[in-house]
């Protein structure tokens, strides 16, 4: 699409959502906000306007107005006028998934119930002089007709505001007489009182149906002005989402106050950002990151060196960065969250025109499972520097394989026929596949990867041991000095069924119960050292591959994260690519790296995650030798550093440039320019 006919929330975004408190609106001073905003490198910012709170003198029945607003003049049109001046574009941020209980006794039946008829109420333990908050139906008529959509409509007549939000639009589980109603309506049967016993799509549907209604309002009142909704990396319908919404935007929270051994893996802001990036023909999702490390520990920073990170993995990995901060600069007692966005955002605006409209550059693609075993081969991709896009089965089709030179299938995929069917065409028209773990009994799945039906599960396994086998194994590349690597967990035990199968590597049983592995050394021995049970079959289809591990390599991942598991998955992928890998990289562990291509030119982001997290420090990396194939005759006219500007010395031999990145800190981005 043509620069000049876009939109303005198609192009670069830089938002910075200021998150109002009520009793700081005094506090607020139009002008001084937007200048704020501005210098900290936003181009456009998400305000408060409606829902819980009214952030103007609504009109609207049953829309509680924020008492702390003042009388003497229309604060939400004096900010939206600031903003504008300033070149800042305005988002009209609602929420109506609470009310206050005024609401509560004047319209009951607006509000969600459990199986006891009990509304939920928020904070009723909450110290201090506030009202009770509660949850209100997604599928009443406060959501929709009698209280949002007249919402929207008043401030779409009154300010000129240039976008719209919806905060917490989520399906909150209700047992209320209208959700009753519409399930028996919609499945024949009564609403289940366990919220897991829901049809499938129930939650996503009523979602579906209320921002359907939202959206539809929107437009009719005032087509340009785009909506946007959340999506989720596990629990929502992507392609529901995207139907009933303009924008789309993520929230990988970075949530340190679970505690160290429950904090976010290091990968949720790229793969939330390369799900959203799944759907074609659409803005670069939003990455929503809040500043503070947890929603207990609000009003604190992250730590910078963790802060850094976590923010630094949206752009690098395609998306539009969101900033979420807990109150107005004014308000905010932790200066470092205004320094870290500040600096980060003029980062961003380095390589936002380079980055427009620019393509993934990928030669593997993840079917996403939303499970621990997609979330198993993410880690190990991630740290092998290994640049992947995420795939729905919807969306996998001949022609979307096609892009790529490998294809993975964690355990645990649903095979329908059409989607199996795909899979073959992209192994015989030149794909490699890799599928893990136990399978369902499908034929032509089974013949793909060169195994028989006679497939049986067997228990659980430690002390066990996977035997690379032959000379010259591709799967022991970088392991030459080692014949075994540990072993742990189920094993599907499976012979191979076709001439053109290779057994790579074998189970070694284990040689002894857990309570002895240790006692006494001298009874260590193996006794079996070999077997013929495979644990790598590699099959050839057509002018294809297909590698079948019969055990969760994804497990061994995300369960032990020994080097030896990672160099092995890295040798599954690498089978696809025979002499064509696109890019290769001194191995950090902890360092991402993404590829994108826009007008001829490459661009190529590493970011720096190294040490334990959280981080408390940043760890520099050093001497980064980065190894890019060329198109054949292609022309190298330069290269260089876009975020610390400056140029990079380079050398081609053959088909590969080669360049020196001396020191990492957080974040860079390359950019490969040809003749």
Known sequence: MNAQSKAWWQKPLRVIQPNLQVRDTERIDPQRLAAQMKDMGANTIVFNVGGIYAWYATQVKYHTVNEFLPASFDLLKEVITACHRENIRFIARFDFSKAEDTVYLQ???????????????????????????????????????????????????????????FNAPNFVACSCEICKRKYKQRYGIELPSEPNNYEPDWASTCLRDNMDAVYGAIKQKNPEVPMILYYNLYRDNLFDRAQTTDMLCTEPQDILSLGHHHIPEFWKPALSIKLGRSLPDRPVPFGIVHSSPGMDWRHTGLPPAEYRFWLSQIPAHGGSIWHSLTGIPDTIGDKRILEVVSSFNKNVEKIESYMEDAAPLSQVALMWTADSAAEGWADGLINNQTPFDVL????????????????????????????????????????????????????????????????????????SYLRFEGSGNPLQKGLEQTELIAHRGRVVYCRTASDNTEVLATLVPPFSPLESVGAPPERAS????????????????????????????????????????????????????????????????????????????????????????????????????????????????????????????????GNRLTVTVDRLDVWECLLVEFK
């Open 107 to 165: 319209r009951p039946q607006w509000f969600v119930r459990n199986t006891e008829g009990e509304p939920q109420i928020i904070g009723a333990k909450r110290p201090g002089n506030w009202s009770m908050l509660m949850s209100t139906c997604i599928n009443s008529a406060y959501r929709s007709e009698a209280v949002a959509i007249p919402v929207l409509n008043e401030v779409l007549d009154r300010y000129e505001i240039d976008g719209i939000f």
């Open 392 to 463: 729905l089965t919807e969306q996998a089709t001949v022609e979307r394989l096609s892009r790529y030179k490998t294809l993975i299938l964690p355990e645990g995929m649903s095979y329908s026929e059409s989607f199996t069917e795909n899979v073959i065409s992209f192994v015989e028209q030149g794909g490699h596949v890799v599928a893990e773990g136990a399978l369902p009994d499908n034929e032509k799945l089974l013949e793909l990867l060169g195994i028989s039906g006679e497939m049986l599960s067997g228990e659980s396994l430690v002390a």
């Open 526 to 653: 193996l006794p079996v050292s070999h077997t013929d049970l495979p644990l790598a079959v590699l099959n050839r289809r057509g002018l294809g591959t297909a590698l079948y591990l019969p055990f969760s390599l994804s497990h061994l991942i995300n369960e032990y994260k020994l080097v030896e598991h990672y160099l092995f998955l890295s040798n599954c992928v690498e089978i696809g690519y025979g002499e064509n890998k696109l890019v290769e990289v001194t191995p950090y562990h902890g360092m991402q790296l993404t590829m994108f291509e826009k007008d001829g030119a490459r661009l190529v982001h590493l970011v720096n995650g190294a040490g334990r997290r959280p981080l408390a420090t940043t760890v520099p990396l050093y001497n980064i030798e980065l190894r890019l194939l060329l198109d054949e005759g292609a022309e190298v006219s330069g290269v260089r550093r876009l975020i610390s500007e400056e140029p990079l010395d380079y050398t081609i031999a």
